[in-house]
């Protein structure tokens, strides 16, 4: 792949944008490793996103650059990173919406594995756990009988909360996760208002309260909205948040 | 695509409409750009509102990735790999017949759901259920086996890996691991990817032979600590060069075309000779996989193959083919409930977890709701 600038067969634009990537690099692993900037400078292309841009530095300039994706198509929520300071992510950003400068950074709050590669897995699987995010039954399903239909409308709401990828962008812009470790999260409230929604769920309100009903769930938002703004699947946050805590703050008045 | 398959056009099946794609560009006749060649995708005729609703995911694709708007501009595209058909082999239970204890499902395994072709939907399909039945199968065998752990065995390979790490992070090869990949993806795209030939599969399998000796010689330009992306594509490049050479030769030695395995040489379905599975193992040290090969028997089948439905009836069929075409006919018309047809055809049910085996109810039969009234429908135990 050349690195010069674009000439194409058929006419296009000539001498490309000259993009320059200041990108965060530590290797908690590597003993004489310090947090620094490292910078690198690649042509634009049309159509270019930050997972074309990644890949051919790390192929061209720097085989030790780490960074995740998987499926590069917005769906995997691996890709989350600080893009000129914004969580989002970066296999659907494209450089032609990004100025010459384009500054990279690993998501705060999560456990860096190193430069733009963050543990969310770990994160993600301790909250589910904590908060138990799945369908609590009664008893054994019967296999072998027809299952029983959801409501059309009821299964439209559960899918609207259910497309959540757990990509992180709201714990990373979230004011109240910066400070406080144990804090569950919007990603963690959205299941939550998820699996309410859910008729097969057994779980009443006061037993939601029981998960979420402490500074460490519903009462430690703060209502910043942070989560809202950067979340790229676009889920209805700031509407579930009040919701719930609405649903919470009634579990206390009525015991 | 009209031009190519007047029929179904763009709604052929995958592997129709991706080798006309190839045949289109390999005749010159693609756009070119930095990143490579690819023709150009026209779905502005179906107009504006039809693209922003029932083609929703494609827009925002479109938006997202490429930044255009397909009701106004053309879209760039160009066939790719999506699926891996074929994996580790493993018996209905989902364990694998030559390690005792390796489970595999999914995409990961030949369990063997689809053959050389992975129907659409079908990768879902399979996840779910094989999960489900492979999952039960695990459990049963962690409860029927006792785990003794040979821990000095364990320390011995964990030293001989850690050294060739080691090894690796210090000797300062002169191979590059990029350079190699790129070659690797090359050699395989070119030769190996959607129409094959025997000059350019033998190409491929010296070429991939000779990269797998400079493995050899990597030699790493980063530290190699913790999670590297370099010392893991060192550690992964053989490996990956071993299973590319699996392919390569499989296909250089399957002498028809099935599936997605297009020979240009020998463009019919052989079902005279070929109707089996290539199972690939790699002894130590060796340069070449081992290929054998597993016939499967057409008799046991509930659909033989035949021809596919479209496109030109290209194959030689398989000896018993009318025979057992005619069988399962005739069983079809013998049974009317779906269990004995079944127990008839191919039976199956004893292969199952035992949970597994008993009949389950189905919409529109036994009284589980009326087909001409479908509002009527479903419901759980009555």
Same mark, same amino acid.
């Given at each position: 792949m050349n690195d010069a600038a674009v000439i194409a067969k058929d006419g296009e634009e000539h001498g490309a944008r000259r993009l320059r990537f200041e990108i %965060?690099?530590?290797?908690?692993?590597? *003993?004489?490793?310090?947090? !620094? @900037?490292?910078?690198?400078?690649?042509?634009?292309?049309p159509g270019m996103t930050l997972f074309i841009a990644l890949n051919l530095i790390r192929e061209q300039q720097d085989p030790g650059l780490q960074f995740d994706f998987v499926c590069r198509a917005g769906i995997c929520g691996s890709c989350a990173m600080l893009i000129n300071g914004r969580p989002t992510l970066a296999c659907r950003t494209l450089t032609g919406t990004l100025p010459d400068t384009v500054r990279l950074s690993p998501l705060p709050v999560f456990e860096l594995i190193g430069d733009l590669s963050v543990n969310t897995g770990k994160w993600m699987?301790?909250?589910?756990?904590?908060?138990?995010?799945?369908?609590?039954?009664?008893?054994?399903?019967?296999?072998?009988?027809?299952?029983? *239909? &959801?409501?059309?409308?009821?299964?439209?709401?559960? @899918?609207?909360?259910?497309?959540?990828?757990?990509?992180?962008?709201?714990?990373?812009?979230?004011?109240?996760?910066?400070? /406080?470790?144990?804090?569950?999260?919007?990603?963690?409230?959205?299941?939550? =208002?998820?699996?309410?929604?859910?008729?097969?769920?057994?779980?009443?309100?006061?037993?939601?309260?029981? +998960?979420?009903g402490t500074d460490e769930g519903?009462?430690?938002?703060?209502?910043?909205?942070?989560?809202?703004?950067?979340?790229?699947?676009?889920?209805?946050?700031?509407?579930?948040?009040? @919701?719930?805590?609405r649903k919470m703050a009634k579990v206390t008045l009525t015991g | 695509m009209p031009d190519y398959e007047p029929e179904k056009a763009e709604l052929a099946s995958r592997d129709v409409?991706? /080798?006309?794609?190839?045949?289109?560009?390999?005749? $010159?006749? #693609?756009?070119?750009?930095? %990143?490579?060649?690819?023709?150009?995708?026209?779905?502005?005729?179906?107009g504006e509102d039809h693209i922003n609703t029932r083609l929703r995911e494609v827009k925002e694709?479109?938006?997202? %990735?490429?930044?255009?708007? *397909?009701?106004?501009?053309?879209?760039?595209?160009? *066939?790719?790999?999506?699926?891996?058909?074929? $994996?580790? /082999?493993?018996?209905?239970? #989902?364990?694998?017949?030559? +390690?005792?204890?390796?489970?595999?499902?999914?995409?990961a395994a030949c369990w063997d759901l689809h053959g050389f072709n992975r129907l $659409?939907?079908?990768?879902? =399909?399979?996840?779910?259920?094989? $999960? &489900?039945?492979?999952?039960?199968? &695990?459990?049963?065998?962690?409860?029927?086996?006792?785990?003794?752990?040979?821990?000095?065995?364990?320390?011995?390979?964990?030293?001989?890996?850690?050294?060739a790490l080691d090894n690796l992070r210090r000797r300062g090869g002169a191979q590059r691991v990029t350079a190699l990949n790129a070659a690797m993806q090359s050699a395989m795209t070119r030769n190996v990817g959607i129409y094959r030939d025997a000059d350019g599969l033998q190409a491929a399998v010296a070429e991939l032979g000779s990269l797998l000796e400079r493995c050899a010689d990597i030699g790493l330009q980063s530290g190699g600590h913790g999670a590297d992306p370099e010392l893991v594509l060192a550690y992964?490049?053989?490996?990956?060069?071993? +299973?590319?050479?699996?392919?390569?030769?499989?296909?250089?030695?399957?002498?028809?075309?099935?599936?997605? !395995?297009?020979? +240009?040489?020998?463009?019919? /379905?052989?079902?005279?000779?070929?109707?089996?599975?290539?199972l690939a193992r790699w002894p130590a040290g060796a340069a070449l996989p081992q290929l054998r090969y597993e016939a499967l028997d057409i008799m046991a089948m509930e659909l033989p193959p035949a021809w596919r439905g479209y496109g030109s009836r290209d194959f030689i069929p398989h000896p018993q083919q009318a025979q057992r075409?005619?069988?399962?006919?005739?069983?079809?018309?013998?049974?009317?409930?779906?269990?004995?047809?079944?127990?008839a055809l191919m039976p199956y049910t004893h292969l199952l977890p035992e949970r597994y085996r008993s009949h389950n109810a189905r919409l529109f039969e036994d009284g589980q709701g009326d087909f001409n009234d479908p509002e009527a429908a479903g419901g759980a135990a009555e």
């Open positions: %965060f690099r530590f290797n908690p692993c590597d *003993p004489d490793s310090r947090p !620094h @900037y490292d910078t690198f400078e690649l042509d634009d292309a699987r301790q909250m589910s756990e904590r908060l138990r995010t799945w369908v609590d039954v009664a008893e054994d399903v019967d296999l072998d009988s027809l299952e029983t *239909p &959801m409501d059309p409308d009821a299964a439209q709401a559960i @899918y609207e909360l259910e497309r959540c990828i757990e990509c992180g962008c709201c714990v990373a812009g979230c004011g109240t996760a910066v400070m /406080r470790e144990s804090f569950v999260g919007a990603v963690g409230l959205n299941k939550m =208002a998820r699996f309410r929604l859910d008729p097969r769920d057994t779980r009443e309100d006061a037993d939601f309260f029981e +998960l979420i519903i009462f430690g938002c703060m209502s910043l909205l942070g989560c809202d703004d950067v979340c790229p699947k676009d889920l209805p946050l700031q509407t579930q948040l009040a @919701y719930l805590r | 409409v991706s /080798r006309h794609m190839e045949s289109h560009i390999n005749k $010159g006749l #693609g756009a070119t750009s930095r %990143f490579g060649e690819h023709l150009w995708l026209d779905i502005r005729l179906l694709i479109c938006q997202y %990735f490429l930044g255009i708007d *397909p009701a106004r501009e053309l879209i760039p595209v160009r *066939p790719a790999q999506h699926y891996s058909m074929g $994996g580790i /082999r493993t018996d209905a239970h #989902g364990q694998s017949g030559t +390690l005792k204890g390796l489970f595999a499902c999914g995409e $659409g939907g079908n990768s879902v =399909a399979e996840t779910v259920v094989a $999960g &489900m039945l492979v999952g039960e199968s &695990m459990a049963d065998f962690c409860l029927g086996n006792e785990a003794s752990v040979d821990t000095g065995l364990v320390r011995e390979f964990f030293e001989r890996e850690q050294a992964r490049l053989p490996r990956m060069l071993k +299973l590319a050479l699996c392919v390569a030769q499989g296909a250089l030695n399957r002498t028809e075309s099935r599936g997605a !395995h297009c020979r +240009l040489d020998f463009p019919e /379905r052989d079902d005279s000779q070929w109707l089996n599975r290539t075409q005619r069988e399962v006919e005739t069983a079809t018309e013998q049974y009317g409930n779906r269990f004995e047809r079944q127990e």
